[in-house]
Nanobody
Framework: QLQLVESGGGLVQAGGSLRVSCAAS????????MGWFRQAPGNEREFVAA????????YYADSVKGRFTISRDNAKNTVYLQMSSLKPEDTAVYYC???????????????????WGQGTQVTVSS
């Protein structure tokens, strides 16, 4: 069973940058598509970004496109989310998730994922 642990969240001013990480253990990391989702208070959890398991294609929500970059290091069993030009509306708990050999078309949907991390808080002050 894959275990996911996020880290790197914190408080940052608007316009700043932050990188969150998700370390995986207990499975064959390269076989999993990886996604980032976020949930702000009072809101439903929403898709942020994903990277495929096969050739590492990346996908982004329109709200973060051009500002966030997802990447993975299969040698370190880790996926990253580099966030730049942060806005107060990016404030949320950020979750990473893993989907075993999932087709790319399913990656924006929470139901496609098999494992979830516990989340890390990102707060952007204005």
């Amino acid at each position: 069973q894959l275990q996911l642990v996020e880290s790197g969240g914190g408080l940052v001013q608007a316009g700043g940058s932050l990188r969150v990480s998700c370390a995986a253990s207990g499975g064959t990391f390269r076989s999993y598509a990886m996604g980032w989702f976020r949930q702000a208070p009072g809101n439903e959890r929403e898709f942020v970004a994903a990277t495929s398991w096969s050739i590492g294609d990346t996908y982004y929500a329109d709200s973060v496109k051009g500002r966030f970059t997802i990447s993975r290091d299969n040698a370190k069993n880790t996926v990253y989310l580099q966030m730049s030009s942060l806005k107060p509306e990016d404030t949320a708990v950020y979750y990473c998730a893993a989907a075993l050999r999932r087709a790319d078309y399913g990656l924006p949907y929470q139901t496609s994922y098999d494992y979830w991390g516990q989340g890390t808080q990102v707060t952007v002050s204005s």
